[in-house]
């Protein structure tokens, strides 16, 4: 079954404390992204790549990192969270050139 | 710019007709998609524009029109279960995606 998987799914965590956020797909996308979403704002993209070890910024880059080591992996990296980064996260993947783009379950994350 | 507006809710009537729009300040963009999100899951692809006109797919319909910075989607026989949220995202080269708002549709009875 195609699809884009998401680990955790659910995430209380203090402020300071690293922690990273899963994403994997398993359609041989070369494209990958993250995004938060939060009431008001919408969807806002973080980071993406365009294929293995092919990063750049979205909209909010600030406060987050990514690593594309793999295709099919593109985990997304708190440093040191902070309150503010309280939100719902999503990963999503889609082929070069593809016109859908297919979302992971969410990562609901909790600073505190 | 790339504001992209939405209207934030609507509200519509099972078995009716409504549409969603969507407008934009950008230029140079690939294409324009449509996404339907119930609460708390993830966005699920409904339809892509490329060209200008009307696409038609089942009870959904998008119709997009560069020169005026304008997309829309329509949705007929409205049921219940269309009760959710729909997001519009501008679609750039390089796959990157800009998102509207999204618009809370509430089908009633």
């Known amino acids: 079954e195609a699809q884009v998987t998401q680990n955790p799914r659910y995430l209380i965590t203090v402020t300071g404390k690293k922690l990273t956020v899963t994403c994997s797909q398993n359609?041989?996308?070369?494209?990958m992204s993250w995004y938060r979403q939060d009431p008001g704002l919408g969807l806002r993209q973080i980071y993406y790549s365009m294929n293995v070890e092919v990063t750049d910024k979205g909209d909010v880059p600030e406060g987050y990192k990514v690593s594309r080591k793999e295709k099919r992996n593109f985990p997304l990296i708190l440093e040191s969270p902070s309150p503010n980064q309280t939100s719902l996260y999503f990963c999503a993947s889609g082929g070069s050139g593809e016109e859908t783009q297919y979302f992971g379950p969410g990562t609901r994350l909790l600073v505190l | 710019g790339q504001n992209i507006d939405q209207p934030t809710e609507m509200t519509a009537t099972e078995g009716a007709i409504v549409q969603i729009n969507c407008t934009y300040q950008?230029?140079?963009?690939?294409?324009l998609f449509w996404y339907q999100q119930h609460a708390g899951e993830a966005p699920t692809f409904l339809s892509y524009n490329v060209l200008d006109g009307l696409e038609e797919k089942g009870r959904f319909s998008s119709f997009l029109s560069r020169s005026k910075g304008y997309s829309y989607l329509l949705l007929k026989e409205l049921q219940m279960k269309d009760s959710a949220s729909y997001l519009c995202a501008v679609h750039y080269a390089g796959n990157m995606l800009t998102f509207g708002g999204g618009t809370r549709l509430m089908v009633k009875p």
């Open positions: 950008t230029s140079g963009f690939n294409g």
């Open positions: 359609m041989n996308h070369e494209y």
